[in-house]
Nanobody, 124 residues
Framework: QVQLVESGGGLVQAGGSLRLSCAAS????????MGWFRQAPGKEREKVAA????????YYADSVKGRFTISRDNAKNTVFLQMNSLKPEDTAVYYC?????????????????WGQGTQVTVSS
């Protein structure tokens, strides 16, 4: 059974930084692309960033390009999201997800498992 546990969310002022972590278990981590999604109140869940199983390819939503960085440590079964220059519109619950298939080429993914989410609140 796949378990994804996010941490690192919190309250930060606009312009500040946070680093989210997602610890994975129950899967052969280095075979799966991983992603971060977010959902703000009243809005649909959106993909923020993704990283290929090797870490060699990444994807970012236009809204976070140049501010967020996704990375992974396959030795520690963990994926990270470094968020800099945060804006109030980044406020959302952030979810970690693992891909539904192994060895997918590139950073795109179809989420197979989800974490429970971590709240990020950016005050103006």
């Amino acid at each position: 059974q796949v378990q994804l546990v996010e941490s690192g969310g919190g309250l930060v002022q606009a312009g500040g930084s946070l680093r989210l972590s997602c610890a994975a278990s129950g899967l052969t981590f280095n075979r799966f692309a991983m992603g971060w999604f977010r959902q703000a109140p009243g809005k649909e869940r959106e993909k923020v960033a993704a990283i290929s199983w090797s870490g060699g390819s990444t994807y970012y939503a236009d809204s976070v390009k140049g501010r967020f960085t996704i990375s992974r440590d396959n030795a520690k079964n963990t994926v990270f999201l470094q968020m800099n220059s945060l804006k109030p519109e980044d406020t959302a619950v952030y979810y970690c997800a693992s891909d539904s298939i192994q060895w997918r080429l590139g950073p795109s993914l179809s989420a197979g498992s989800w974490g429970q989410g971590t709240q990020v609140t950016v005050s103006s």
